[in-house]
């Protein structure tokens, strides 16, 4: 089993996003903190929604990124607000963040 273990960060873009690539409103994206370039840190970006995506959808994103939750990890929720310098009234927002690991080579 790895030994590597990674945060995981999932937050709505309330603004959109455009990387990976661009959306036109707000959207739920998660992401990876890995070594390295932020632009190259896995990322999984859900369509145009403020839905907060379910226990399943977010382990089948973290799959398609190759990861899984690190042994006995749970999200964590805190809520903080959007900058000031948005376009829009400051907001509060939910944040959830996970340990993970990188999937298994040959692993079902």
């Known amino acids: ?13 309330c603004c959109g996003t455009t990387a990976p690539e661009w959306t036109a409103g707000p959207c739920w994206q998660l992401y990876v903190a890995m070594t390295g370039l932020v632009s190259e840190w896995p990322t999984f970006t ?3 929604s403020t839905a907060i995506p379910n226990l399943y959808q977010r382990q089948a994103a973290l799959a398609y990124l190759g990861f899984v939750l690190a042994e006995d990890a749970e999200w964590e929720w805190t809520e903080h607000a959007s900058p000031e310098c948005h376009p829009h009234p400051v907001r509060v927002s939910l944040l959830g963040a996970v340990k993970v690991r990188p999937l298994e080579i040959g692993a079902v």
Do not use: E, V, Y
Request: glycine content about 6%; charged content about 10%; overall charge positive.
């Open 46 to 48: 859900w369509p145009t």
């Open 1 to 13: 089993m790895s030994k590597q273990i990674f945060g995981a960060q999932l937050s709505l873009r």
